[in-house]
C-alpha cells in the first residue's frame, strides 16, 4: 500500500519541508497563499476525517514567503470521534518529509480581560484538562515523553520578535485543553482559571504532544473569539467563533509570515 509520505512526495516533489503550519478557525485562507500543491486528505491514507465547518481538509505543499512548508488547513478534534491521536499520521508524514518545526493555531475562548477578542495569545504551557492523550497505546518507552519546555522557547522568542516587529501585542500564558464540543459552564471557567489556566479551546494540546513524541519543535498560537462563559453577555456559538476569528486571524497572518522571513 503507498503510503501519504510516498504519495505526497511523488505529487509535490521530494525537496524537504522546514516546517510544518496547522491552521486553526479563520486562517484557512493562509493554505491558499502557499505556492506549490493542495493535496485533499481523502487522498492520503491515514490523514483524518474533518466534519467541522469552516474547515479546510487539504494539505498545501510549497513555498510561503520564501519556506517550504507544509499547511494543514484543518485538524481533526477529539471530539468528532473521540480519538486524541486522530493527528499522529499526518505529523509522522510531516517528520519524514523533514520538518523539525511545527507552528499551530486555534481559536480560543479568553479568561483573561486584557486579551480580549481580536487579541492573540502566545502558548507559554497548556493544561490537559481533559486528561486524554494521543500516546495512550504506544508500546515503547518513547510514550514518556518530557513536557517541560513542551511549547519551544526558540520558536516562541521568534515569534515574539516577529510580532513586535508588526508592532501586535502578543501576550503569553496558560491554554487549557477542554474536550468540547459543548462550551465549558461558567463554574468550570471559574476554575480553569483557578488552575491557572488564561485561554481554554477544543484543540492543540494532543498534537503539541504528538509532536513532541516524534522530536518536532513547536510553538502555538490562540486567535481570541470570544470571552469564556461567564466573563461577559456575548452568546457563545460556533457560529460567533467563525464570525469573530477572522479578526484575530489577520493579525496572525502578518506575524507569521514575518516569522517565515526571519527563518529564511
Not at 20 to 37: D, K, M, R, T
Not at 107 to 133: C, E, K, T
Request: proline share 7%; aromatic share 4%; hydrophobic share 45%.
Amino acid at each position: 500500500m503507498t503510503t501519504a509520505t510516498e504519495i505526497i512526495r511523488a505529487r509535490a516533489g521530494s525537496q524537504p519541508i522546514r516546517m510544518g503550519l496547522i491552521l486553526g478557525s479563520g486562517l484557512g485562507h493562509l493554505a491558499h497563499q502557499v505556492e506549490g500543491i493542495a493535496i485533499p486528505y481523502a487522498d492520503l491514507p491515514g490523514f483524518p476525517h474533518v466534519s467541522v465547518s469552516g474547515h479546510n481538509p487539504h494539505l498545501h505543499i510549497g513555498l510561503l514567503n520564501g519556506v517550504r512548508v507544509a499547511v494543514f488547513g484543518a485538524r481533526e478534534h477529539y471530539y468528532e470521534n473521540g480519538n486524541a491521536a486522530a493527528m499522529r499520521p499526518a505529523l509522522e508524514a510531516l517528520k519524514q518529509l523533514g520538518a523539525t518545526d511545527l507552528i499551530v493555531t486555534n481559536a480560543a475562548g479568553s479568561m483573561r480581560p486584557d486579551i480580549p477578542p481580536g487579541d492573540l495569545m502566545l502558548l507559554s504551557d497548556h493544561i490537559n484538562y481533559n486528561g486524554r492523550n494521543p500516546l495512550i497505546g504506544e508500546p515503547t518507552d518513547a510514550r514518556f515523553v518530557p513536557m517541560t519546555e513542551a511549547h519551544s522557547p526558540r520558536l516562541r522568542q521568534a515569534l515574539q520578535e516577529a510580532a513586535a516587529a508588526e508592532n501586535i501585542p502578543l501576550k503569553e500564558g496558560v491554554y487549557c485543553w477542554y474536550s468540547g464540543p459543548s462550551f465549558e459552564t461558567p463554574a468550570e471557567i471559574r476554575m480553569l482559571r483557578l488552575l491557572g489556566g488564561d485561554a481554554v479551546g477544543m484543540s492543540t494540546v494532543p498534537e503539541v504532544i504528538l509532536a513532541r513524541f516524534l522530536g518536532l519543535n513547536v510553538a502555538a498560537i490562540s486567535t481570541i473569539t470570544n470571552m469564556a462563559a461567564g466573563m461577559s453577555d456575548e452568546a457563545i456559538s460556533h457560529e460567533h467563533t467563525k464570525a469573530m476569528a477572522p479578526l484575530g486571524a489577520a493579525k496572525l497572518e502578518r506575524i507569521l509570515r514575518r516569522f517565515l522571513l526571519a527563518m529564511q
